[in-house]
C-alpha cells in the first residue's frame, strides 16, 4: 500500500521491516492504554501502542496478550526512564494541598509519597511480552537491556527532543528515533526535565535537523493529525509518523466526552505547557485549573511524581464528573483537527489523503 515513489522510500523500507501496511503509529499514551484503539490502528495496518509507565508488570503483560487476541497487528510498549529521587519539601507541599483542594477533595498528607511502579520490573515484562517494539521516553535504557531486547529480536525506538538527544539515542543502538515536537500533546520527552520548556523545538525545525544528524530511520511526532502535516513529515524524509491528539476523539480512545468535545474547539493557543498535573512538562487544554496553577501568586508545582500523587485526587474527581477544566486534558497544538470517527476509518483517510497531495494511488 506503500506507493513506489522515491518519496516514500524510507516508508516503504520502514513497513516492510515491522509489517505495515501504512506508516503510521499510535503515540503510546499513559492517560489512554485502552488495547481497542492500539488494536483498530494495528488491525488497520499501522502500529499499535501502549505507554506502561504505570502499569504494574502482570498489567503490562496482560495488556499485550489482550493486544494479541484483538489484533495480529505490530504494536509498541513504552517505557519512561524514571528520573533521580525527588527532592521533598513538606512546606511547600502543604501549600500545594491547600491550593489543590480547591479544586477537588482535599489532599492527603500521603499524597505526595505515591510512586511509580518498578521499573526494572516493568523492564522484564516488557521482554516477556515480546512486543515488535520496546520505546523510551526521558532517556535511554541501558546497554546491558538494549542488547537483551535485541537478542530477543525487539527494536528500540527512542524519543528525542533535540538533536543532541537523537545523536546519543543513535549512539545507544536505537533503531529508530522518534523526533517529538513541542507541538506534542502530553509529557514532554526531554532527557533533562530541567530543560524541556527552554528546548521546546517545533517538530518541522527540529525533523531536519535529526534527519541529517542520524543515519536510522526517524518518526515525525507532535502537532501531526491530518494529511497536511504526514505530507510535509514525509516529504522531509520522515520513516513514518506518529499520532497520538489525532486518535482521542475515536470511540476506541475511550475518553471523557468532555475531554473529547473540547479537543475540537480547541485552537492552537488554547493548549499550554506546563507542570500542574505530574511535574514533568506535558502540554494539555489550558483548562481553568491549569491556568490557575500557572498564575504568578499559584504554588510552584512539586518535582515529578510528588505533583502527580498531590493531583490524583482531584484529577480521578474530574474524569468522574466528566468535568474537563479540572481534567487532566492532554492535547497537542492541533487537537482540533483530531476526527471523531472510528480509528480504523481514520488511518484509511490519513493515508489516502496524504498520498493524494502527492498525485500518488494508495
Same mark, same amino acid.
Request: proline share 9%; glycine share 10%; aromatic share 6%.
Given at each position: ?20 501496511? =501504512?506508516?503510521?503509529?499510535?503515540? /503510546?499514551?499513559?492517560g489512554v492504554p485502552a488495547p481497542g484503539l492500539s488494536a483498530a ?48 519539601? /513538606? ?69 528525542? %527532543? ?53 543515519? =536510522? ?11 497536511r502535516g504526514m505530507s510535509a513529515a514525509f516529504a522531509m524524509g ?32 488554547? %493548549? ?14 489550558? %483548562? ?17 511524581? =510528588? ?56
Amino acid at each position: 500500500m506503500i506507493p513506489n515513489h522515491p518519496l516514500f522510500a524510507p516508508a516503504r523500507a520502514f513497513c516492510a521491516r515491522f509489517g505495515l501496511r =501504512v506508516p503510521i503509529l499510535l503515540a /503510546p499514551m499513559a492517560g489512554v492504554p485502552a488495547p481497542g484503539l492500539s488494536a483498530a490502528v494495528a488491525s488497520a495496518g499501522g502500529m499499535g501502542a501502549c505507554g506502561a509507565v504505570l502499569m504494574k508488570p502482570d498489567a503490562i503483560r496482560a495488556w499485550a496478550a489482550d493486544q494479541r487476541a484483538r489484533s495480529n497487528g505490530a504494536f509498541q510498549l513504552n517505557l519512561w526512564i524514571p528520573d533521580p529521587a525527588p527532592v521533598r519539601d /513538606p512546606v511547600h507541599e502543604a501549600r500545594l494541598r491547600a491550593f489543590l483542594g480547591g479544586f477537588g477533595p482535599a489532599v492527603a498528607e500521603t499524597a505526595g509519597d505515591a510512586v511509580p511502579p518498578d521499573f526494572e520490573a516493568q523492564c522484564e515484562a516488557l521482554l516477556d511480552s515480546g512486543p515488535a517494539v520496546v520505546s523510551s521516553i526521558m532517556g535511554l535504557f541501558p546497554a546491558p537491556y538494549v542488547a537483551r531486547l535485541k537478542a530477543k529480536g525487539i527494536a528500540w525506538f527512542a524519543n528525542a %527532543t533535540t538533536v543532541a538527544e537523537a545523536k546519543a539515542a543513535r549512539d545507544a543502538g536505537a533503531d529508530a528515533i522518534v523526533a517529538q515536537g513541542a507541538e506534542a500533546g502530553g509529557h514532554r520527552g526531554a532527557f533533562d526535565a530541567s530543560r524541556a520548556e527552554a528546548e521546546a523545538i517545533g517538530l518541522f525545525a527540529l525533523l531536519p535537523a535529526i534527519l541529517g544528524a542520524v543515519d =536510522v530511520p526517524v518518526i515525525a511526532a507532535g502537532g501531526i493529525a491530518d494529511a497536511r502535516g504526514m505530507s510535509a513529515a514525509f516529504a522531509m524524509g520522515a520513516s513514518a509518523v506518529q499520532i497520538g491528539t489525532g486518535f482521542l476523539r475515536t470511540p476506541e480512545a475511550a475518553i471523557p466526552s468532555a475531554w473529547a468535545d473540547a479537543l475540537g474547539r480547541a485552537a492552537p493557543e488554547d %493548549t499550554r505547557l506546563s507542570r500542574v498535573f505530574s511535574g514533568r512538562p506535558g502540554r494539555s487544554l489550558a %483548562t481553568e485549573y491549569v491556568r490557575a496553577a500557572t498564575a504568578p501568586d499559584a504554588p510552584e508545582p512539586a518535582p515529578y511524581p =510528588v505533583q502527580r500523587g498531590l493531583t490524583q485526587a482531584m484529577r480521578d474527581e474530574a474524569a468522574k464528573a466528566n468535568d474537563v477544566s479540572r481534567m487532566q486534558a492532554w492535547a497537542g497544538q492541533s487537537a482540533a483537527l483530531a476526527k471523531a470517527a472510528p480509528a480504523a476509518d481514520l488511518v484509511g483517510a490519513l493515508w489516502a489523503g496524504t498520498c493524494a497531495r502527492f498525485g500518488l494511488p494508495v
